[in-house]
Every structure is written in structure tokens, then in C-alpha cells.
């Protein structure tokens, strides 16, 4: 799990352009908004190839970079998390607005 938060905290430290340590709480600290919450989400689905399932979204599993990987690590089982390489190109995500409700409120 140290490549785990390794991995984080270079995302992170890099993202909020400040070092970053695996117990810093960068929402605490005022360097992290919601809308970098979707970013880190985003980042943990397509580093380790996990989905993070509505249910999973406990501010407590992403405030801190040993969150995160406490959180990958439990997502993933014991199995061994992938990593990929997250400057290849994702598949393009509809921007719909049922992505961030479940619900389309049009209907």
C-alpha cells in the first residue's frame, strides 16, 4: 500500500501545487473544494480501475491521502490494484446531469 499513498500524494501534491503528506487533510486546510473532490475521484477510478459507486463517496475515505489508499485497498479487496497510466486518453463521459444525482431532472 506505500506505492498506493506514493501515488496519491505525488496526484495530490501536485494538483493543489503544495506538498502534501498522507495525513494532511487538504479539505481542512482549505487547499480542496468539491470540485476537486470529482477530480480525485476521477484520478482514483482511472489509476486503480475501480469504480467508486455513489454510496462510496464518505468524505472521510478521500480527505486525507491515507484515506484514499485505505479506501483503495478495501475497494479492491486484497487484490492488487493496476495501475495505468493516467496520461492515456479515457473514454469520453457524457456530461449529463444524472452523473452527479443518479437522476436525470428533465424527466
Known amino acids: 500500500m506505500n506505492s498506493t499513498i506514493g501515488e496519491i500524494?505525488?496526484?495530490l501534491t501536485a494538483a493543489l501545487r503544495q506538498?502534501?503528506?498522507?495525513e494532511d487533510?487538504?479539505?481542512?486546510?482549505g487547499l480542496a473544494d468539491s470540485l476537486f473532490a470529482l477530480e480525485l475521484v476521477t484520478f482514483v477510478e482511472e489509476r486503480f480501475r475501480l469504480t467508486v459507486e455513489v454510496e462510496d463517496?464518505?468524505?472521510e475515505s478521500f480527505r486525507t491521502a491515507a484515506g484514499v489508499a485505505?479506501?483503495?485497498?478495501?475497494k479492491t479487496a486484497g487484490a492488487a490494484a493496476e495501475p495505468v497510466d493516467?496520461?492515456?486518453?479515457?473514454?469520453?463521459q457524457p456530461a449529463t446531469?444524472?452523473?452527479?444525482?443518479?437522476?436525470d431532472p428533465l424527466r
Not at 19 to 22: A, E, H, S
Not at 25 to 29: E, I, K, T, V, W
Not at 70 to 74: G, I
Not at 86 to 92: K, L
Open 19 to 22: 506538498g502534501i503528506r498522507p
Open 86 to 92: 493516467v496520461h492515456e486518453p479515457a473514454a469520453a
Open 9 to 11: 500524494t505525488e496526484f
Open 57 to 59: 463517496l464518505d468524505l
Open 25 to 29: 487533510d487538504y479539505f481542512a486546510l
Open 70 to 74: 485505505d479506501f483503495v485497498a478495501r
Open 97 to 103: 446531469p444524472e452523473f452527479a444525482t443518479g437522476h
